[in-house]
């Protein structure tokens, strides 16, 4: 299961992707959790341990990796590189375990001058298609508010693309205008997931601006999500109600790629 999670910033895309990631886990699947965010910070959400967090270097970092893959100079971002590097040894061999959640960071391709097709893109690019085209595992992608690193050649692997919204304008607009990206490239199953309600019209207004979407559910506002980021703990722990309602989504996803692979 392919799992992509979007939505504009500091609505929950962290604390729901980390939620899936320990239901799943819990469930006895393997998973593997990708944080895509140019500043990561899923690892803290999962509670893995801050020293171990701390060692992470992001897939982008590392020059001699991306320069021995492509082909290229470190560093570099002209001259003539590998448009296909190898990439499939990387999910095992640089991503952190805990809990049974494998954690890979991506990290941020600076960008040089205009369409930056360079060697830390390319490699990402390719990195990110094998991920969801060959892993066996659940892959859980925490995105950035669109979707960059997605393609039409990855797009029909996304089992599901997550919006995460909070009762507000603001996050449901930007749903809208990422529906818009992810059509046009070619994902088809988009469902809104709304966080931070507080009572019934928190609620409504969600189930009423959901950008045309279909809610597959809702995740309430608690101080414990903020308590857990205080104290370094994963919200999966820390936050029980988080968990109960993530575990209804988790379970919708699952009879959602039950139903499209039996038809
Ligand atoms: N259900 C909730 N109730 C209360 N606070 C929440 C809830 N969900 C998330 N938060 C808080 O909102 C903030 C943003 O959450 P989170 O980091 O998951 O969002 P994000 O969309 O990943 O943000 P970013 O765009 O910065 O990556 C955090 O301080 C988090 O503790
Ligand atoms: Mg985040």
Redesign the pocket.
């Known amino acids: 299961m392919k799992i992509a999670i979007t939505?504009?910033?500091?609505?929950?895309?962290?604390?729901?992707?980390?939620l899936l990631a320990h239901i799943y886990a819990a469930r006895g699947r393997s998973v593997l959790a990708i944080d895509a965010?140019p500043?990561p910070?899923l690892g803290a959400?999962l509670g893995f341990p801050p020293e171990q967090v701390a060692r992470i270097v992001p897939i982008a970092e590392m020059e001699e990796l991306i320069a021995e893959r492509t082909e290229s100079q470190p560093g570099s971002y002209g001259g003539w590189f590998k448009m296909n590097p190898y990439v499939s040894d990387i999910p095992d061999r640089f991503s952190v375990e805990q809990d049974g959640i494998k954690l890979l960071e991506l990290g941020e391709v600076q960008k040089g001058g205009s369409g930056c097709i360079c060697p830390p893109s390319v490699l990402l690019k390719n990195l990110v298609t094998h991920l969801l085209l060959r892993r066996q595992e659940v892959v859980i992608m925490?995105m950035?508010?669109g979707v960059e690193h997605l393609g039409r050649a990855t797009a029909s692997a996304v089992d599901a693309m997550l919006i995460?919204v909070e009762p507000g304008q603001r996050s449901t607009t930007t749903a809208a205008r990422i529906r818009d990206l992810a059509r046009d490239i070619g994902i088809q199953r988009l469902f809104v997931v709304g966080?931070?309600?507080r009572d019934e019209a928190d609620r409504a207004f969600i189930l009423e601006n959901s950008a045309g979407l279909p809610v597959l559910g809702l995740?309430?506002?608690?101080?414990?999500?903020?308590e857990?980021?205080q104290r370094g703990e994963s919200?999966y722990t820390a936050?029980p109600e988080?968990a109960q309602a993530a575990e209804e989504i988790a379970t919708a996803l699952d009879e959602l790629v039950a139903e499209a692979l039996s038809v």
Do not use: E, F, Q
């Open positions: 939505g504009k910033g500091g609505v929950g895309k962290t604390t729901l992707a980390s965010d500043s910070n959400a925490d950035y508010a995460v966080n931070k309600v995740l309430p506002a608690t101080p414990r999500a903020v857990a980021d919200i936050a988080l």
